[in-house]
């Protein structure tokens, strides 16, 4: 498969530090925790892509992207952001992210499905709601996968903005790490850092978790780079650990977190309200009071 051209994720504006560092107010729910602070000297972006159409075939299935694909929202002057879900399993924090999409609240649309288990639910869920499905990476077993270049090229072709890991098991490729610098995230089930990296994923989390006697835990949601979960930290959850709490029960609370941190840092992603600090991290600015992160 050969591209045109590749494109990078949007460009994400950058927060200079204060010379004082700034003040953090914590505010305690039943559900979660969230940080605040104030920030000035906001660069903000004005990016708009070209519409184009693709023919690209994968099992069978035909992308064409067409003009309403690329519609402007002319009060905010920002461009409703394709979106490519990775995915290994059901797919539920995808599922919610698509809800989300088709309901408005997140202002872009998912515009193909990428997983290595072309059998798998989130698969189904994307082939029965008409979103093309992306075998990857190839392999012995799945020939019919791609390789790193040709996926770049595939979800280059496609427009893709931002690139959001949903129970993805397979290591990214510095390919499409190096494309899309600064726009693939992705979602784990534990406070990062702690009970993260390879070989922690799914009931083996929440297990550790509760065998270490941590009395909290919660998603985090993290930009991806070469390894396993070690990218800066975007936006967390916090909910509590109980005294007794099976793995079951505390993958439940987690999860349900899950869904609504990942279609809040989506809505913030395409709303191109995640902002960098010069120290490099990254940042979500309030959408009803601007000068207000978390």
Not at 1 to 13: D, R, V, Y
Not at 72 to 75: C, S, Y
Not at 187 to 193: A, G, T
Not at 272 to 277: M, N, P, Y
């Given at each position: ?13 950058l ?8 003040s ?20 903000v972006p ?19 992207n067409?003009?309403?694909k690329?519609e402007?929202?002319?009060?905010s002057g920002?461009?409703k ?15 919610s ?9 997140v ?5 193909v499905l ?14 029965d709601?008409s ?15 791609l ?17 959001l ?5 397979k290591l ?8 899309y ?5 992705n ?7 702690a ?40 936006a967390?959850?916090?909910v ?10 505390l993958?439940a609370?987690?999860?349900?977190e899950?869904h ?5 840092v ?5 709303e ?6 010069e ?6 600015r309030?959408?009803?009071?601007p000068?207000?992160?978390?």
């Open positions: 498969m050969e591209a045109n051209s590749f494109l990078s994720g949007s460009t994400i504006p927060i200079q530090t204060p010379r004082k560092l700034p953090l107010s914590f505010a305690q729910s039943h559900s979660h925790l969230s940080a605040s602070f104030r920030a000035h000297k906001l660069l004005q990016s708009l892509r070209s519409s184009r159409r693709l023919e690209c075939v994968n099992f069978a299935e035909k992308v064409k067409n003009g309403d690329y402007k929202d002319f009060d920002i461009k952001k394709n979106l490519a879900v990775f995915v290994s399993g059901g797919g539920s924090n995808f599922r992210i698509h809800a989300a999409c088709l309901a408005g609240s202002y872009g649309d998912v515009v990428v997983t290595n288990k072309p059998d798998c639910g989130g698969a189904e869920y994307a082939r709601n979103i093309p499905v992306i075998l990857f990476p190839k392999t012995k077993d799945e020939p019919n996968g390789s790193p270049n040709d996926l770049v090229a595939a979800l280059s072709e496609v427009n893709v903005d931002f690139i890991l949903a129970g993805y098991l990214i490729p510095m390919e499409l790490i190096r494309a610098p600064r726009s693939i995230v979602i784990h089930p534990s406070l990062l850092p009970f993260g990296g390879k070989g922690y994923y799914g009931m083996k989390v929440h297990k550790a978790v509760i065998a270490s006697g941590a009395r909290y835990s919660g998603p985090t949601i993290h930009f991806v780079d070469e390894h396993y979960d070690t990218g800066r930290i975007l967390q959850r916090v509590p650990v109980l005294w007794n709490d099976t793995a079951e029960d993958a609370r987690v999860l349900l899950e609504r941190l990942y279609v809040d989506a809505s913030a992603l395409c191109e309200r995640v902002v960098w600090r120290d490099g991290v990254p940042v979500i309030s959408k009803e009071n000068d207000e992160f978390s």
